[in-house]
């Protein structure tokens, strides 16, 4: 199976800061890895598909990067609705469809 | 509006069972392949189980294969997760997931439900 390795683990920034989280894979998935954010008390939402597709109404300040084992998810300036953890996940081929540890994100 | 509702979620002893049930609205519910993703209190995301859009091919997490089993009934929208031999480590708030390519089991989960709690305790 497929191991996503997440980094940070949390994350404080100051509303405007440009935020860097990275995900890792434990072999080539080409581009097969999504970002999803999670606010507290609600389900999970899709912001990037595909490695670098953003997901329609999301925000152009998000974006990733990145193909093969390793990916970066970019907040270009944070924002106070920002607030949330953020998670990988692969799809590489068959499934465990498997997510990464989580980014918790908070404000400074 | 596209719209997943998850119901089903109780407390249950340890070796229980318990059938989850997700109801979709505002999608063509048979062109899409669904996903069960679950969340143990305080933990990270932990994807289950995947259906096909026809029901033709099943995949589970290493951790549920062989008691819990994933089924759909296209003819109510309607995806279902069968819980056997319940264990205390199942306890967890549980979210259907829609796929995102029609007729592929490969991509994204582009919608989600609000979840349904299930307790696995004595």
């Known amino acids: 199976d497929i191991q996503m390795t997440q980094s940070p683990s949390s994350l404080s920034a100051s509303v405007g800061d440009r935020v860097t989280i990275t995900c890792q894979a434990s072999?080539?998935?080409?581009?097969?890895l999504n970002w999803y954010q999670q606010k507290p008390g609600k389900a999970p939402k899709l912001l990037i598909y595909?490695?670098?597709n953003l997901e329609t109404g999301v925000p152009s300040r998000f974006s990733g990067s990145g193909s093969g084992t390793d990916f970066t998810f970019t907040i270009s300036s944070l924002q106070p609705e920002d607030i949330a953890t953020y998670y990988c996940?692969?799809?590489?081929?068959?499934?465990?469809?498997?997510f990464g540890q989580g980014t918790k994100l908070e404000i400074k | 509006e596209v719209q997943l509702v998850e119901s089903g979620g109780v407390v249950v002893q340890p070796g229980g069972s318990l059938r989850l049930s997700c109801a979709a609205s505002g999608f063509t519910f048979d062109d899409y392949a669904m996903h069960w993703v679950r969340q143990a209190p305080g933990k990270g995301l932990e994807w289950v189980s995947l259906i096909s859009w026809d029901g033709g091919s099943t995949y589970y997490a290493d951790s549920v294969k062989g008691r819990f089993t994933i089924s759909r009934d296209n003819s109510k929208n309607s995806l279902y997760l069968q819980m056997n031999s319940l264990r205390a480590e199942d306890t967890a708030l549980y979210y259907c997931?829609?796929?995102?390519?029609?007729?592929?089991?490969?991509?994204?989960?582009?919608?989600w439900g609000q979840g349904t709690m299930v307790t696995v305790s004595s």
């Open positions: 997931a829609k796929g995102q390519v029609p007729a592929a089991t490969m991509g994204a989960f582009d919608i």
């Open positions: 996940q692969q799809y590489d081929n068959l499934p465990p469809y498997s």
């Open positions: 595909d490695a670098s």
């Open positions: 072999q080539d998935i080409s581009n097969y």
